[in-house]
């Protein structure tokens, strides 16, 4: 048998996906409204691949629904297992950075909370892998634009 065949699947309920969903979607939202990057931020010397303003809100939008989904899945799974540790504290993680960085005023505090939520996305692909591989795949494109968030969050500290 594959370990797959071992595994029980990963089979959230309708109402578990909406309040997953919800939860990350709406709180994401939430604390960029309340975390704007403002006239401190447009101030700042940035990389020649910083993309425009716009590019944000679409990207983490569709990142949030993917890390909603993963986060009911895994939860069906088991409350109390690593991977849902794990995706707390990615979460928590994300929801830190935008106010560290942009309320703040931190870029260097940022770069080492962003630093941390790739560790713990990276982990959570990892104790994922084998137990439901639909939830650390949905995770991949989450890990490739935190990768580049960190690289431009880092970019930000050299320059300023």
């Not at 595994?7 to 919800?22: D, E, M, N, Q």
């Amino acid at each position: 048998m594959t370990d797959a065949a071992h595994t029980k699947a990963a089979r959230p309920t309708l109402g578990a996906l909406a309040v997953f969903i919800a939860l990350v979607v709406l709180g994401g939202t939430a604390i960029g409204f309340l975390s704007l990057p403002g006239e401190w931020y447009a101030a700042l010397e940035k990389p020649a691949f910083n993309p425009p303003n716009w590019i944000f809100a679409p990207v983490w939008t569709t990142l949030y629904v993917l890390i909603g989904i993963a986060g009911a899945r895994t939860w069906s799974l088991g409350r109390t297992t690593a991977g849902m540790t794990l995706w707390w504290v990615q979460l928590a993680l994300n929801w830190i950075w935008s106010p560290t960085f942009f309320v703040l005023h931190a870029p260097l505090v940022a770069l080492a909370v962003v630093a941390s939520m790739l560790i713990a996305i990276i982990a959570f692909i990892a104790t994922s892998w084998r137990r439901d591989r639909i939830s650390a795949m949905l995770f991949l494109p989450y890990a490739v634009w935190v990768s580049f968030a960190s690289v431009l969050n880092a970019c930000i500290v050299v320059l300023n």
